[in-house]
């Protein structure tokens, strides 16, 4: 499965920006708009929670062949028996997370510079999150990384490369003609009164251009 991935529309949950929906409740109208990758991210839940978090998502998931991918937590990945794992600078090494969770699951890495880009292909990992592409509320101590690195990034990786940080209907536009696989989004579907529409909205605009 890992080899056909579609990252074109990346949802990464974040739960302070619902509004009056549980994240169960907006993930499943996301899915019915159309994402077609779901990254659950839970900074402040314990690990009990995440973890039920994690196989009640995955079963949402699940009829739309949508692979959940956990970010940072390599025990709740595997306890969950999630499609994969997501890693940041910070957090354990891509080539040991290899060796925990085995060749047939999915491993993304965040990356901000060429460097990191080559050392997380060469390390294992299938695609790269690159970002902060602009700056988001959602992570206000983030990097930004310039286009002429992401250039650079594009050019010397063979991987897919999603972008992340900032995107949203207007900004996704400024990357029309850049060859990414996808677009990582968060407050552009959550904070949003009427998820499933805008998730449709992005969905579309996305597969303009990827696709051509």
């Known amino acids: 499965m890992k080899n056909d991935i579609n990252y074109s529309l990346y949802l990464v949950t974040d739960q302070s920006l619902l509004k009056k929906k549980t994240l169960q409740e907006a993930v499943q109208q996301a899915l019915e708009g159309g994402i077609t990758v779901l990254q659950l ?27 959940l991918i956990i970010n ?31 060749p047939e699951k999915i491993i ?19 695609y790269l999150g690159v970002g902060t592409m602009f700056p988001t509320a959602t992570k206000t101590d983030a990097i930004i990384v310039s286009k002429n690195e992401l250039k650079k990034i594009l050019q010397h990786v063979s991987i897919p490369v999603v972008l992340i940080g900032g995107l949203n209907e207007q900004t996704i536009a400024e990357f029309k003609t850049c060859p990414v696989q996808g677009f990582a989004v968060v407050s552009a579907i959550l904070a949003k009164e009427e998820i499933k529409k805008a998730t449709k909205k992005l969905s579309v605009q996305i597969n303009t251009f990827i696709k051509e």
């Open 72 to 102: 940072d937590r390599v025990d709740i990945a595997l306890a969950c028996d999630a499609e994969g794992v997501h890693v940041g600078q910070t957090d354990l090494p891509v080539a040991v997370v290899r060796k925990m969770i085995g």
């Open 108 to 126: 993304g890495a965040s990356v901000q510079t060429l460097d990191q880009a080559i050392s997380a292909e060469q390390a294992g990992a299938d």
């Open 41 to 67: 991210r839970e900074k402040k839940a314990n690990s009990r929670d995440f973890y039920e978090e994690a196989i009640a998502l995955k079963r949402l998931a699940k009829p739309y062949n949508v692979p």
